[in-house]
Every structure is written in structure tokens, then in C-alpha cells.
């Protein structure tokens, strides 16, 4: 995987070429139709992919959902795929996408774009609201013992896509280019979709900064 | 605190600032107390999001979903509609067109049957099972079909009276380590349910510490697998990178959090080579909770070696 995240982020090269041949030679037999190379490339990226959409989607049954559309869908794409971007990556893109509409779908609050950024930080409520709870203190905020709950309930109220670039970012340390590449922004958008993470984040958190 | 200042603290502490601005950064924070704060308190605020209770990914969640898409894969392949092989099969349509014969054409239609079974048993004995000799199941397809293997799931449907069996297959994969899908399939595997698998795959990649993605389930197995000895066996193989960050980090939270003493005491001895400033509030912290002497008094030791107060204030 570290050499599909280095192709993702453009450091793609002659060794690496090489040191992908055999998934390569994999991927060619699954476009030919062979069941078992398709199905050993599942077992290779299935666990970092199911647990990406548990992480993003908090619920067993919706994250088996992703998990059978993304990969029906990468079975369905696979003769499309033309070895322009890595496999990881492309795979990534799929049930990124697949995770993206559930949670569309499912109402998370609506999508930003760069332009309405200014906007909706004058406007975030999280952002702005003096927060009289005592546990607020900068070093004791973090303490609590439902803070995992906290956290969920705070992720919750990002868009989906501010949510997918902090979970691609924080918690599955990929690189903020390969995650533009993967979520199909520039890194500079999702630089800014972190950025308004992790400030909606510390708002809801009770950390004024 | 502006908007801009904070963007620079999160790519900093991301890791995404380029070098040349991270340097003079670095050197702002050696300046100013209140920029320190700043990125301190953005570095705990950080570091509480990993307090979120992570997704559990188990083995059987993983089987389950995989046979479920390995099936329907199947169906597609085999040009099946998944509502259409809920529908009647062919042997139902005939029972039903049996059904519906005239009452004298039955017993013809019946014995006619018959024969085709007996006639069909004698001409094509490899079909069929247990007829004769074998008691051994043999498959439709070519002879030298090598069928074989755990069977995962069966299932039956009443509707058309087929079967469906679905085989894990058992499968030996030889070949370098450096190999991406061996790779992979090594780094998966650290998370086996067997502890001895567990170490085995650990030794299979101790010459291989230097790749990232490797020292990450490492540190995943030395704060997160039950079996001592393999956190253990992580541990060690993680010490010639203690001098990392993020090693670092797992090491300091080894300490604090690994119920084996041991473990800790392993993990303070390779912080001793690796001091850091930004460890000493946690190691004053632990040197008031710690319950091993002995922990305790590695810690004081180290705290020492780095001319830094043994109490909390």
C-alpha cells in the first residue's frame, strides 16, 4: 500500500513499477474475468476499505452496504480502469463516493464549497458559541468520559465532505494531495475542507483556541 | 487567535507545512510563548480526536462481507438476476407441468423418468455421485477440476430445489516480502486471531521497519494486542525508530496505558534514548500514578537525565 499511496501522490517510478507488477498482473486477470484474481485483490484492500466506511458511516449494516456497492461497482468499472492513477487510489475514489452519497442521503448537513467558507464561519454556530460548561477549561475539556461520544456527535455535524477529509486525514494518515486525488478535489480544497474541520471540531469540542 | 495562524498550526502538526516554512516556524514557536500555547493546545485538542472509539473491523464481519459480494459476483457472472434465482428452477416448472397432465399420462410420465435416471446413471457414471464403487463426490466439469476446501456457507432454495455452496479455498502464496500483494497480506495479518501466526508474521517483517505502513501496524500491535509477548515483540522491533515522532508517541503511550509492567518498563528504556522535551508533563504524570516501584523509579530516572523536576506542579 505504501507504494500505491507514493504513486498517489506522485512519486511514482521506475522501482515502483516494477514492485507493482504483481498487482498489476492481478488486476489484468481480473479484467480478463478471473474470479479468484478479482477476489484476492478485494482481500488485499477490503479491510482498510471497510474500515474507512465504518469510520465515516458509525453503523455495521450501512458500512456492509458501502462495502457491497464499492466493490460490485469496482467489479462492474474494472475493465475501465486504465492504470492512469494507482489501483489503491481509484478503489479509494469508489467507496469514497459510495460513502459520500450514504451520507448525503442520510442528511448530513449540506455540502460547502470554498466560496461560502467566510460565510458559514461567520455563521457556525459551533464556531462562535461562548461555551459556559465548565469542562471547557482548555486542559480539562479533553477529559471527560464521554468525550468518544462528544467526538461523534461533532463529526456528525460536519459535511460529508469536510467529514471524509478529516477521517482520510486524521485517522488514516493519507497525505492531503492523495486525499484530493481520492475525494476528486485540489489539495488546495482539501486543505481548506481540513481546516474547516478542525475548527467546526474545536468549536463543538467547547475549545475556543 | 487569527484564522490564518491557525491554518498554519494544523498543517504543522499535520506534517503538510513544506520544509522551508516549518523551519521558520519552528523558530516563531521558540520565540513566542504564546504561539507554544497556541500549537500545544492544538496539539492536545488533536490528539483527544483519537479518543474516539475506533471501528472495530473483525475477522468475521470481513468473511460475511466477502461472501456476500463473492456471491453476488457469481450471480452476475453467471448472467443471474439476483431476483430471478429467487424464482422457480427448472425442476419446479416441470413438477408443475407434471401437475398439470392429465391424470392417465402420469404414471407413463413417471416411469419415462425412471428410465432417464437409470439410462443417464449408466452412460455417465463420472456425474453422478456414489453410484456403484466411489462413495467420494465428484463434480460436473473437467476431470482434473481440483475442488477443494472449507465450505463457508450452503445454501438451499426450497423454490427451485438448487444449492448453492460457497468453498474457501485454501491457498499457499510463495514469494518475496517486499512483494506488494505479500506485503499486504502480511501487514493484514498482524491482526490474526492466533497469537503465534501473530509473532511469525511479525518475524517475517523485522528486516522491514523502515517502510511506513509497516511501522504503523506495529504500533497498532504494541498499544493494541492482548498477547504481552507480541506487543512485546512489536516493541522491539520499533526501537531502532524511537527517535520518530510517532514512535515516540506510541512509546509514551505504552507507558502510560500497558497493564504489563514489563512492557513498560521496555517501552521507558527506549524513551531513554530518546528524550524530548514535550514528554516531560506526561512522565511527571506518570511518576505520580505509576503502581510499580520499579516503573516509577525508571521514570524518575529519566526524568532526572533530562534535568527535569520529578513533581507535578
Not at chain 1, 172 to 193: D, F, H, M, Y
Not at chain 2, 74 to 89: I, K, M, N, S, T
Request: aromatic content about 6%; some cysteine.
Amino acid at each position: 500500500m505504501e507504494a500505491a499511496r507514493a504513486e498517489s501522490v506522485g512519486l511514482a517510478g521506475a522501482a515502483q513499477d516494477v514492485s507493482n507488477e504483481s498487482e498489476r498482473a492481478l488486476i489484468e486477470a481480473a479484467q480478463g474475468g478471473d474470479p479468484d484474481a478479482f477476489e484476492q485483490l478485494v482481500r488485499l484492500y477490503d479491510r482498510s476499505v471497510m474500515r474507512v466506511t465504518m469510520n465515516v458511516l458509525r453503523s455495521p449494516e450501512d458500512a456492509r452496504d458501502a462495502y457491497q456497492e464499492a466493490f460490485l461497482k469496482v467489479y462492474r468499472k474494472l475493465d475501465t480502469f486504465r492504470f492512469q492513477c494507482s489501483f489503491h487510489t481509484w478503489l479509494y475514489r469508489i467507496a469514497t463516493n459510495v460513502c459520500l452519497d450514504q451520507l448525503r442521503r442520510k442528511g448530513v448537513r449540506k455540502e460547502h464549497t470554498v466560496d461560502d467558507r467566510d460565510d458559514e464561519f461567520g455563521l457556525n454556530p459551533l464556531q462562535t458559541a461562548a461555551d459556559g460548561r465548565p469542562e471547557s477549561a482548555p486542559d480539562r475539556v479533553y477529559e471527560g468520559r464521554d468525550l468518544g461520544r462528544r467526538i461523534e456527535g461533532a463529526l456528525e455535524e460536519l459535511s460529508p465532505k469536510e467529514r471524509m477529509v478529516f477521517e482520510l486525514r486524521h485517522y488514516e494518515g493519507l497525505r492531503l494531495r492523495a486525499i484530493g486525488e481520492i475525494v476528486g478535489i485540489s489539495e488546495e480544497a482539501a486543505k481548506n475542507s481540513l481546516f474547516r474541520a478542525t475548527r467546526k471540531l474545536r468549536g463543538a469540542l467547547g475549545e475556543a483556541g | 487567535m487569527s484564522e490564518t495562524r491557525e491554518q498554519q498550526i494544523d498543517l504543522y502538526l499535520y506534517g503538510e507545512m513544506p520544509y522551508a516554512d516549518r523551519d521558520a516556524f519552528e523558530a516563531e514557536i521558540g520565540g513566542s510563548e504564546e504561539l507554544a500555547q497556541q500549537v500545544e493546545t492544538q496539539r492536545k485538542f488533536l490528539r483527544a480526536m483519537n479518543e474516539r472509539e475506533p471501528a472495530e473491523v473483525s475477522e468475521a464481519l470481513l468473511a460475511e462481507c466477502r461472501h456476500d459480494l463473492m456471491r453476488e459476483i457469481y450471480r452476475e457472472r453467471q448472467g443471474v438476476p439476483a431476483a430471478a434465482a429467487a424464482g422457480p428452477g427448472w425442476w419446479a416448472r416441470f413438477i408443475e407441468g407434471l401437475n398439470g397432465m392429465r391424470v392417465a399420462w402420469q404414471p407413463t410420465a413417471a416411469v419415462a423418468l425412471l428410465a432417464l435416471g437409470f439410462w443417464g446413471g449408466r452412460m455417465a457414471p463420472g456425474v453422478l455421485t456414489g453410484v456403484g464403487g466411489s462413495n467420494q463426490a465428484s463434480f460436473v466439469g473437467e476431470a482434473s477440476d481440483p475442488v477443494g476446501g472449507d465450505v463457508r456457507s450452503v445454501e438451499f432454495s426450497p423454490e427451485s430445489g438448487g444449492v448453492e455452496i460457497v468453498l474457501e479455498q485454501r491457498r499457499t502464496i510463495r514469494g518475496n516480502p517486499d512483494d506488494p500483494l505479500i506485503r499486504g497480506l502480511l501487514i493484514s495479518n498482524v491482526q490474526s486471531p492466533n497469537s503465534g501466526v501473530r509473532l511469525e508474521t511479525l518475524e517475517a517483517l523485522q528486516p522491514r521497519t523502515e517502510d511506513s505502513d509497516i511501522r504503523t501496524a506495529l504500533i497498532s500491535v504494541m498499544l493494541g494486542d492482548d498477547n504481552p509477548g507480541v506487543r512485546l515483540k512489536a516493541l522491539e522491533m520499533l526501537a531502532a525508530h524511537r527517535a520518530q515522532p510517532e514512535v515516540r508517541d506510541a512509546l509514551v503511550e505504552s507507558l502510560r496505558r500497558d497493564p504489563n509492567a514489563g512492557m513498560r518498563v521496555q517501552a521507558v528504556d527506549l524513551l531513554t534514548d530518546a528524550a524530548d522535551r514535550e514528554m516531560v508533563g506526561t512522565l511527571q504524570e506518570l511518576v505520580r500514578d505509576e503502581q510499580d516501584n520499579y516503573v516509577r523509579y525508571k521514570v524518575e530516572r529519566l526524568l532526572h537525565d533530562m534535568s527535569a523536576s520529578v513533581d507535578l506542579y
